[in-house]
């Protein structure tokens, strides 16, 4: 079920009417988030709503014994197993293929003629997401630094519709305690829950679609077709249409979980006025790269035991979750590449000035970008290729439309966020059948301007 849908609406207004009438009744207010949760899910394949209970009731049990044994070996095999049974999912599911057709090519590549069964397993959308939140979720409460939840309101946090399928990835610290906290319409912020879904049905509807559509697919699919300005500027697009896309998510996910009472946190922070990598990786998907940071950097050793660990540790954390964005060559060479970013960023300890700093991150941002969107290692050999051996200055064919969209969204990037502050207090004040009716008529404005069609979020196939 897509957000920028008439189905999700109508969804959506149901459930947020429903939930709102049981403001006293915690217990049935969760029940009835469960299940509407679950039907979200269904919505897109039953079958699979089984898998996210199946994860539930693995992740909960697990939870509750680790709070009641005491001697370690019994700890540390609990864990070990609550997480591998995540990790083989997740890795069944996602990665089975990617192996086989992997460990076939390699036989082939010694001269073993090999006929490994083909795997044709369907990926469930958001595995990746509450997998990792169901991985925390134990890791926490193993560490002492959680307790077991009760049983519904880790079900609820698990399967929570908003961010379910493309996070933000929520810790269960940051979500349950809010599920028990009174909820009333008084201190609901409707505005900025409005301007959230407003600026991201903008962002997917207006600026992803439009330029995939308009330059994107093309340049990646044909990019003999293009000069190197032309790739380039796709490149760019690109760049611009994936954050748009996932933020565009990460907006409405937030606004609509505010309308309910819930606060999610933030995913995302201008990445591209970024000065360094580092920095990108402090502003984008901020819930994945947290994640990695406590559960697998750390874990790993961290800073800890030298230069030459600390640099083993940043880039297998790297490379594990360039593995995590997709089962192909491509999004491992991906994290790789940023781990060796990262590395030489430590290494050399380089100062650039401020203007050209950024200019650098974003340009090496974008190389990466090229391996992510690619559909192979060769079709990404063809962009570059393309990107350097075709700068004439014939007309092209470009749009100025996408052109300017491009520059635009960049320039957002560089917005004082202090600035709107303000704004959105002042606004808070007006009555809410203002804003309501503000919101249809932005609604009125999208579905005549917007392109036709609304396609699948990127980050669902992760």
């Given at each position: 079920?897509?957000?920028?849908?008439?189905?999700?609406?109508?969804?959506?207004?149901?459930?947020?009417?429903?939930?709102?009438?049981?403001?006293?009744?915690?217990?049935?207010?969760?029940?009835?988030?469960?299940?509407?949760?679950?039907?979200?899910?269904?919505?897109?394949?039953?079958?699979?709503?089984?898998?996210?209970?199946?994860?539930?009731?693995?992740?909960?049990?697990?939870?509750?014994?680790?709070?009641?044994?005491?001697?370690?070996?019994?700890?540390?095999?609990?864990?070990?197993?609550?997480?591998?049974?995540?990790?083989?999912?997740?890795?069944?599911?996602?990665?089975?293929?990617?192996?086989?057709?992997?460990?076939?090519?390699?036989?082939?590549?010694?001269?073993?003629?090999?006929?490994?069964?083909?795997?044709?397993?369907?990926?469930?959308?958001?595995?990746?997401?509450?997998?990792?939140?169901?991985?925390?979720?134990?890791?926490?409460?193993?560490?002492?630094?959680?307790?077991?939840?009760?049983?519904?309101?880790?079900?609820?946090?698990?399967?929570?519709?908003?961010?379910?399928?493309?996070?933000?990835?929520?810790?269960?610290?940051?979500?349950?305690?809010?599920?028990?906290?009174?909820?009333?319409?008084?201190?609901?912020?409707?505005?900025?829950?409005?301007?959230?879904?407003?600026?991201?049905?903008?962002?997917?509807?207006?600026?992803?679609t439009y330029l995939a559509e308009a330059l994107v697919d093309d340049v990646f699919a044909f990019p003999e077709r293009f000069s190197s300005l032309e790739v380039l500027l796709g490149v760019y697009g690109y760049a611009i249409q994936i954050y748009a896309d996932f933020s565009g998510y990460t907006d409405i996910a937030i606004g609509v979980a505010l309308l309910m009472g819930i606060r999610l946190p933030d995913n995302f922070n201008q990445p591209y006025r970024a000065a360094s990598i580092q920095d990108f990786w402090r502003r984008w998907h901020m819930s994945l790269s947290r994640w990695l940071r406590d559960?697998?950097?750390?874990?790993?050793?961290?800073?800890?035991?030298?230069?030459?660990?600390?640099?083993?540790?940043?880039?297998?954390?790297?490379?594990?979750?360039?593995?995590?964005?997709?089962?192909?060559?491509?999004?491992?060479?991906?994290?790789?590449?940023?781990?060796?970013?990262?590395?030489?960023?430590?290494?050399?300890?380089?100062?650039?000035?401020?203007?050209?700093?950024?200019?650098?991150?974003?340009?090496?941002?974008?190389?990466?970008?090229?391996?992510?969107?690619?559909?192979?290692?060769?079709?990404?050999?063809?962009?570059?290729?393309?990107?350097?051996?075709?700068?004439?200055?014939?007309?092209?064919?470009?749009?100025?439309?996408?052109?300017?969209?491009?520059?635009?969204?960049?320039?957002?990037?560089?917005?004082?966020?202090?600035?709107?502050?303000?704004?959105?207090?002042?606004?808070?004040?007006?009555?809410?059948?203002?804003?309501?009716?503000?919101?249809?008529?932005?609604?009125?404005?999208?579905?005549?301007?917007?392109?036709?069609?609304?396609?699948?979020?990127?980050?669902?196939?992760?």
């Open positions: 079920m897509l957000f920028p849908t008439f189905t999700f609406a109508l969804f959506f207004i149901v459930v947020l009417t429903v939930g709102w009438f049981m403001p006293g009744r915690r217990a049935w207010w969760k029940l009835f988030m469960l299940a509407a949760s679950y039907f979200f899910y269904a919505y897109w394949d039953a079958r699979f709503v089984g898998l996210i209970a199946a994860s539930t009731v693995v992740n909960q049990t697990a939870a509750v014994w680790l709070a009641r044994l005491q001697h370690p070996g019994a700890r540390r095999a609990v864990v070990s197993l609550a997480v591998g049974a995540n990790l083989a999912s997740l890795g069944f599911f996602k990665y089975a293929g990617f192996f086989v057709d992997s460990a076939e090519s390699a036989l082939e590549g010694l001269g073993i003629a090999a006929d490994l069964p083909l795997l044709n397993i369907i990926l469930p959308v958001g595995i990746s997401f509450f997998t990792f939140q169901a991985i925390s979720y134990v890791l926490d409460v193993y560490r002492g630094d959680a307790e077991p939840a009760k049983p519904l309101d880790f079900a609820v946090y698990l399967a929570f519709f908003p961010q379910l399928v493309a996070g933000p990835i929520v810790r269960a610290h940051e979500l349950i305690p809010q599920l028990n906290e009174p909820r009333t319409l008084r201190h609901t912020d409707f505005m900025r829950a409005t301007v959230l879904i407003a600026a991201g049905l903008f962002k997917k509807m207006v600026v992803a559960y697998l950097y750390i874990p790993l050793g961290g800073n800890r035991g030298g230069e030459w660990r600390r640099d083993r540790n940043l880039l297998v954390t790297m490379l594990l979750g360039g593995l995590w964005h997709g089962a192909a060559w491509t999004f491992v060479l991906w994290g790789a590449l940023h781990g060796l970013g990262l590395l030489v960023e430590r290494r050399l300890g380089l100062r650039l000035p401020g203007i050209v700093a950024r200019l650098v991150t974003f340009h090496f941002v974008c190389f990466g970008w090229i391996l992510f969107r690619a559909e192979s290692l060769g079709a990404a050999g063809s962009v570059l290729a393309r990107l350097f051996s075709a700068w004439t200055v014939e007309p092209t064919q470009l749009t100025w439309v996408a052109v300017a969209l491009i520059v635009a969204a960049l320039a957002t990037q560089f917005w004082p966020r202090a600035a709107t502050g303000p704004t959105l207090r002042a606004a808070s004040h007006l009555p809410v059948l203002v804003t309501a009716l503000a919101f249809a008529f932005w609604l009125v404005v999208l579905e005549q301007f917007g392109p036709e069609g609304v396609a699948p979020f990127i980050y669902f196939q992760f």
